[in-house]
């Protein structure tokens, strides 16, 4: 129904057009709108906002290009399904609670922020397999998802509703991490019509930031070297993933005056590199700052007694500090103001 209406919708236009060009009154509608002109073909975050901002809105209907293809959008969407924890976030952060997200309890595990999701909020899945199902019974009109874990089911989730997809990991040549995180926001308040609401938030993250930094800087800390280590257990084997500096973690903590340690010769997509306890020698002279699930802590379990991490400097020195196992380091600007919080509270207490 709401394609046959779409349909009516655009040969009512294209009638309308066509009686305005035969009267010598008609208006080039583009001339004031950015040209998405050939070139860089690479599929940025940045490319989505110029597309929401000069998608087609007669009637208001949108055609807003993306990385999987471009969604037609009527009027601004109210009930809206959120396949990544981002994007969840990026809405409420707008005061948009959505309809439905992919795995509510893990949000609310990993994911800090104020405010939270509602408790009406449905579960539709996991993020790595949403239940199509549970998706259409919400009757959604909008879906927001990302590339790398929609790219399969991507037509599947547009018979249902409009769909965007969003790529937050790109290559070397591709836009950085941070950038595409403030883009892709952006982006989404242009889309539910809270681009006010968004300029308030980035307003709010660049004081937080300002305010960050003086407190690093009172405590003596401006400059210091840290290590963001993300820490569980996998079939009984500890795992750490230890960022870069192309990750969002890691330039949010540079934007308080903190510097990374860990400096790796190749560039990792995800911004981050997967290593064991033999690492972290060449980084003992940094500030260890770790992010682990009470009931997963692993330095207290396999490491406890292991040689290697007990004569680690920052160990034997007490510079080991943890965030919290909420502490989001793929979010949005909540929870890139909740890792400054939690960083500044353990550095510059």
């Known amino acids: 129904m709401k394609k046959m209406k779409l349909l009516k919708i655009m040969v009512t236009v294209t009638c309308l057009c066509l009686v305005l060009a035969a009267c010598g009154n008609a208006k080039n509608s583009n ?28 009637n208001g ?29 990026d809405l409420v952060a707008l005061g948009v609670q959505p309809v439905g ?90 889309v539910v019509g809270k681009q006010e609401e968004a300029k308030q938030v980035l307003a709010g993250l660049d004081e937080a930031y300002q305010a960050a930094a003086e407190k690093i800087k009172a405590a003596g800390k401006e400059n210091a070297e840290f ?34 340690a860990n400096k790796e010769p190749a560039y990792e997509l995800y911004g981050y590199s997967e290593k064991s306890v033999e690492a972290f020698p060449a980084l003992q002279d940094s500030n260890f700052l770790y992010i682990v699930q009470a009931d997963d802590n692993v330095f ?17 020195e007490n ?4 965030l919290g196992g909420d502490s989001w380091v793929f979010g949005g600007p909540l929870s890139a103001k909740t890792i400054v919080d939690k960083a500044v509270s353990v550095l510059a207490p």
Do not use: C
């Open 227 to 260: 290590t963001l280590v993300q820490a569980f257990s996998n079939q009984n084997s500890p795992v750490f993933r230890i960022f870069t500096d192309n990750s969002m973690a890691v330039q949010i903590l540079n934007k308080i005056g903190l510097q990374n």
């Open 300 to 316: 207290e379990t396999h490491l406890k007694e292991n040689q290697v991490w007990k004569n680690l400097s920052f160990v034997k």
């Open 101 to 190: 997200v992919a795995d509510v309890k893990g949000y609310k595990t990993w994911v800090n922020t104020n405010p939270g999701l509602d408790d009406s909020v449905e579960d539709v899945g996991t993020r790595q397999e949403p239940n199509l199902e549970a998706i259409m019974a919400l009757d959604p009109d909008l879906i927001i998802t990302a590339d790398y874990r929609s790219k399969d089911i991507y037509d599947k989730l547009a018979d249902i509703a409009p769909t965007i997809a969003f790529s937050p990991y790109q290559d070397e040549n591709g836009v950085n991490q941070y950038q595409e995180m403030i883009d892709t926001f952006n982006t989404i308040a242009d």
């Open 31 to 58: 001339g004031s709108q950015p040209s998405n002109n050939g070139g860089n073909t690479s599929n940025t975050a940045e490319q989505d906002q110029n597309a929401a901002n000069s998608g087609d809105q007669d």
């Open 61 to 89: 209907v949108r055609s807003i290009k993306h990385v999987l293809g471009t969604a037609d959008i009527e009027g601004t969407p109210t009930r809206i399904v959120a396949l990544e924890f981002t994007y969840a976030e």
């Open 319 to 322: 510079r080991t500090y943890a």
